[in-house]
């Protein structure tokens, strides 16, 4: 079926980068686009973009890009008769996702019910546990220090609803536990307005992958292969990759496998990820299922680079009714892609997110690089939302020819007027571990603060290069680099030729 037969104007319920990607996916498949945006993001590159774009709110993401009513409205006022949710927001709510079937709206992801059944950790564990699929030793009681108790030590106490990492706790011995299990259920009722937990057993230096999975409404499933997403800080991640130096042949048909299982049995239908630990690594490993995320990932362009399909196109054609525009067989990796997130934030003061003008915005362009960012120079990086400024996407033949073309690109990426994460992403790329591949989802808590020492030392080339040359034209003072522990140039740059 012709998507276009259904679906001629798509509200894209978000912003930044994924609004941006959506909107550029309907403008190739002919579909018209309209943007909602906050009065933050009255001048955001979306809010450009789109064939509309229609004011939802205040900035307060309760009072825009989070109530149902103004998006549902917007919808109205437009005539669009698709919402995409992108990722984040209301992409995982599945009220939203009932209230535009309701509304008569096509939701492009998966049916309210999927999202319902999947959305609480330990529904989905069960229903992981019923598909086959194995799970991390564990239990949901009510009372979780008997059960603790009973997993054995140390356990991990993670909110049954939310996601992100909040309210996940470690408690590695008897004495810390009651204090952990009342921090835990505390951060979770105030992130989640619930505070039930379940208790897991704490595994050791795990790899995270994940595989992404795509459905349509005959019940066909496939998989389209693995990201490794160990890189994380705070159980945020901070760069993906794929495929997984870890993941063999045989291990990736097992996990893919497994994977379908899941999605089937929670009756699935589009772009969704299942989510896995690994321990160990090749034909040996052992993976357990941890979660499953129903909407489109932030890091689904490294899929995108090593497999040639465009996930998007396929989220809306199959959502129109249209059969998976590929078969298993069909589906194949080639190369290696890197995604590293560029964030608004201070690396030498605990990752504090930024606020203020990009003065200077630059994105690079060479071979096997791509940018899907949600900004352009003179952009405000504003305090309401995620301080995402963009993610590069390396590719290449093989892993190290990637990494290689990253660290290229991140030399060749200024961004000015805000501190941004860019040096401690070359730190990482250029780590020896991440070059051997030996990292797993501790990596940042053990070699975060060395990391973090060095991006301090210096500016990176490509900022040195800029300062001098405004300085040359004295338009800049001649003081240290707030990498180098003084006064940041950038906050008084203006108008700076380079």
Known sequence: ???????????????????????????????????????????????????????????????????????????????????????????ENAGFAAACEEAGLIFIGPPADAIERMGSKIAARRIALEAGVPVVPGETPM????????????????????????????????????????????????????????????????????????????????????????????????????????????????????AIAVARKAGYRNAGTVEFLVEGAGDAARFYFLEMNTRLQVEHPVTEQVTGVDLVRAQIAVAAGAPLPWTQEDLSQRGHAIELRVYAEDPSRGDLPQAGPLLLYREPSMPGIRIDAGVTQGAEIGVHYDPL?????????????????????????????????????????????????QVDTGFLDLEGDAIRARTASAAPPQVQAVADAARAEGRVATTPTARAGGADPWSSLRNARV
């Open 1 to 91: 079926m012709d998507p276009r037969s259904r679906i001629d104007r798509i509200l894209i319920a978000n912003r930044g980068e994924i609004a941006v990607r959506v909107i550029r996916a309907c403008r190739e498949m002919g579909i018209e686009s309209v943007a909602v945006y906050s009065d933050a993001d009255a001048h955001a590159l979306h809010t450009s973009l789109a064939d509309l774009a229609i004011r939802i709110g205040p900035p307060a993401p309760a009072e825009s890009y989070l109530s149902i009513d103004a998006i549902l409205l917007a919808a109205r006022r437009s005539a669009a008769r698709a919402i995409h949710p992108g990722y984040g927001f209301l992409s």
């Open 143 to 258: 009372d979780q220090s008997d059960a603790a108790r009973r997993v054995g030590f140390p356990v991990l106490l993670k909110p049954s609803e939310g996601g992100g990492g909040i309210g996940m706790k470690t408690a590695r011995d008897e004495g810390s536990l009651l204090a952990t299990i009342a921090q835990a259920r505390r951060e979770a009722v105030s992130a989640f307005g619930d505070g039930t937990l379940y208790v897991e057993r704490l595994i050791e230096q795990p790899r995270h992958v994940e595989f992404q999975v795509f459905a349509d409404r005959e019940g066909r499933i496939v998989h389209i292969f693995e990201r490794e997403c160990s890189i994380q800080r705070r159980h945020q991640k901070v760069i993906e990759e794929s495929p997984s130096p870890v993941v063999s042949p045989l291990l990736r048909q097992r996990m893919g496998e497994a």
């Open 389 to 437: 400024i963009s993610k590069l996407i390396a590719s290449g033949e093989t892993r190290e020819a990637a990494r290689r073309r990253a660290l290229a690109a991140l030399r060749d990426y200024p961004i000015l007027g805000i501190q941004t994460n860019l040096a401690l992403l070359a730190e990482i790329l250029d780590h020896p571990r991440f070059i051997s591949g």
